[in-house]
């Protein structure tokens, strides 16, 4: 006979919650914070172009643009992209609700695309289906780490003469047919959340190929003025002209410094995500009533997260009970995510259920796995014991 589960008063796997994600400082970023701070700049100082040449370095682009968060990223590229009232921009309706709202905040209509059953990235076919004369941007995520098809939704930007906006909030080190994510999309975003690769408490960034797009971004996160503080400051103008209409979305120096000396260990943290996903697919292989997540050939995966889906007719219960006995047993999960468009917000406005069916059908079936570089082989022991614990004690 099992174990009983700990949900019905048996002993736990482990005795302390394993979260599914968390950041890791290192003592070398306490280092670089503090040099911040007695830098004699708390922003607009030399720390965010420095960090922003090592992030355009990193990810193959010409041009980063630091900002205030992922989603500010995406409201920046959004609005380089030309978005406005009266356009369109396609979204996935797998997502964070932030890869939508950007369109909301700028006027436009969000459209969304369902997604591939197998790889839950956007659909390349859905996306062609939903272009139309109204539409102003084509958005795509690299849904857990994973590029998106790009060179099928970049053929079909390019064909309709879009821009494509590629969210990377889970992708920074990504690689898809051999170049970096980053550098691939007319304009890319990446967030710096502590869950996400490069933790600089909150933060985001921009990148692109496109000097005027990089000009347009520049002007955006500081007000809509045509020179940044550093400029005027050195060749001693009076006053800069406001533009257009922009916002504060600057990222401050301490945070440029701390998200600096995060993305030294980018490649550290890649690998050992690699590593915990590899040991995930080799352990899980088999389990009953688990769908492990496909990887597509010709791609380095970041694995933000790890998600799998359930094969609910194998089960006697749903995700919400599967989620609730993991977390008895102190093994955290998540779900990424709920279609975007079943958020009170969206439905009042209008979108409708049965919009997306793949994706509602696996955002019924997902569950997010513990995944982030600090955990130890014994940790990974852990998650594959409660897996199956849980699982087994549910199989139909
Ligand atoms: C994290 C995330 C965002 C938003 O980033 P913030 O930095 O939290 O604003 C946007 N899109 C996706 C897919 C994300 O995972």
Redesign the pocket.
Known sequence: MSEPLALDGGRPVRATLLPYGRHAIAEEDVEAVVAALRSGWLTTGPHGPAFERALADVVGARHAVAVS??????HAAAFAAGTGPGSDVIVPAL??A??ANAACYLGATPVFADVRPDTLNVDPADVAAKITARTRAIVT?D?GGQPSDLDEIGALARAARLPLIE?A??ALGAEYRGRRVGSIADLT?F???P??HVAAG???AVTTGDDELARRLRRFRNHGLETEFRERDASGMDYSPMIELGYNYRLTDVQCALALSQLSRLDAGLKRRAEIARRYHAELAGLSGLTLPAVGPHLRHAW?IFPVLLDLDRLRVDRRAILAALRAENVGGAV?YVPVYWHPYYAQRGYRRGLCPRAEHAFERLLTLPLFPAMTEGDVDDVVAAMRKVLGHYAR
Do not use: C, I, M, P
């Open positions: 968060s992922g989603t500010a990223a995406l997502t964070f932030a890869s995520v849904y969210d909030s889970h975003t967030s710096f959340h869950v996400k909150e933060g985001g933000h990424h």
